[in-house]
């Protein structure tokens, strides 16, 4: 069985560490962790995500931002994007889902939580997941 491919965007090392590794522990994803979205283009046509994870407060490019590149790439154009964030606002959530999120999860989020609405995502972009 091939491991679904993930990036995480998130300026917070800790959560990116420990994000990836809770995710890889689980032997069903391969992850990619960016700490901002400075070499997001050379990593879409290198890592060809299958889903991002992506915080939304972003020193230099934020969340709503790479929504935004992500519709005009044609790589990232069909990548489901999840985002993590601290922020739980009404105006905050409304704005990214207009850019085509298919998910909006608020920090701190539980691994089981996380590894669900991943599975959730991937199954909606293909179907089934094995």
Do not use: H, W
């Not at 997001?40 to 929504?67: H, N, Q, T, Y």
């Not at 739980?88 to 701190?108: A, E």
Request: negative net charge; glycine residues 8%; contains cysteine.
């Amino acid at each position: 069985m091939a491991k679904a491919r993930i990036m995480i965007i998130d300026d917070e090392p800790d959560f990116l560490e420990l994000t990836k590794m809770n995710l890889e522990g689980t032997g069903q994803f391969e992850v990619m962790a960016l700490s901002g979205a400075k070499e997001l283009s050379a990593s879409l046509r290198s890592f060809k995500p299958e889903l991002i994870l992506l915080d939304l407060l972003m020193p230099g490019i934020g969340g709503v931002e790479v929504c935004e590149i992500l519709n005009k790439d044609p790589v990232g154009q069909g990548v489901p994007v999840i985002v993590v964030s601290a922020l739980n606002n009404t105006v905050d959530r409304q704005s990214v889902f207009r850019q085509g999120i298919v998910d909006y999860i608020v920090k701190p989020v539980e691994k089981d939580e996380l590894v669900i609405r991943i599975q959730k995502a991937l199954q909606n972009k293909y179907g089934t997941v094995d």
